[in-house]
């Protein structure tokens, strides 16, 4: 079945450290994105890739980085610039056609120790 | 400035009872409106979209959405409500002229009384 992976689940950060998150979708999508949600706030834009090899800032961009290298993948690096990077991290992605709608991945939970 | 208001941060309603969730929002034309829906710990599912045409959309669940040009309003509804709807409920609207940028609602959390 297709659909968007991310991985880890539950990830741990220590103080100063950065890491990664995976992102990975088989649904041939074009566009990808990366939320941020933090309880009663909804979900916020990091990041998005309308296309391989190039993406855009979203509103919460600082303190975190991304690559688009496949038209597969859409790692998300929280780096140690991200003074309160404890939060839910949601991949989603879309088709580049009229109106289609963006799915969703399972998420990955971010802790810092 | 482009928002989304979802007034009901706490419903709760009995099993088989009905339900409407309310979301307004604030654009400068008509966007597309989304509701999803999110389990714990788990991504946001789309229940249904509204792009044109009939302003009564049906989606997923047994959830149903009316948007009223009027009241820039865009409120979700379900008949009766089964134990398993408990969840977040997310309001989305996207610009038509925008195909990246979806601005969420803060969401409504349902409780389901046995």
């Known amino acids: 079945d297709g659909g968007i992976t991310q991985s880890p689940k539950y990830l741990f950060r220590k103080e100063g450290q950065n890491v990664t998150l995976s992102c990975e979708q088989n649904?041939?999508?074009?566009?990808m994105y990366w939320y941020r949600q933090d309880p009663g706030q909804g979900l916020r834009l990091i990041y998005y890739?309308?296309?391989?090899?190039?993406?855009q800032k979203g509103d919460i961009a600082e303190g975190y980085s991304v690559s688009r290298e496949k038209k597969e993948s859409f790692p998300l690096t929280v780096t140690s610039a991200q003074k309160n990077p404890t939060a839910f991290y949601l991949c989603?992605?879309?088709?580049?056609?009229?109106?289609?709608?963006?799915?969703f991945g399972d998420g990955t939970r971010l802790s810092i120790l | 400035a482009q928002s989304v208001t979802q007034p009901d941060i706490h419903i709760t309603v009995s099993e088989g009872a009905s339900l409407e969730l309310r979301c307004n929002y604030s654009y400068g034309a008509t966007p597309y409106l989304f509701w999803y829906v999110q389990s714990p710990g788990q991504g946001l599912q789309l229940l249904l979209k509204y792009f044109s045409g009939d302003t009564l959309v049906q989606g997923i669940k047994g959830f149903e959405a009316e948007f009223k040009r009027s009241q820039s309003s865009f409120n979700l509804r379900k008949p009766s409500v089964h134990w398993s709807d408990a969840a977040e409920y997310f309001c989305?609207?996207?610009?038509?002229?925008?195909?990246?940028?979806?601005?969420f609602g803060s969401g409504t959390r349902l409780l389901v009384r046995p």
């Open positions: 890739s309308q296309i391989v090899n190039d993406f």
């Open positions: 989305a609207v996207r610009a038509k002229q925008s195909s990246y940028k979806l601005i």
């Open positions: 989603a992605s879309r088709k580049n056609e009229g109106v289609q709608p963006q799915h």
């Open positions: 649904l041939n999508h074009d566009a």
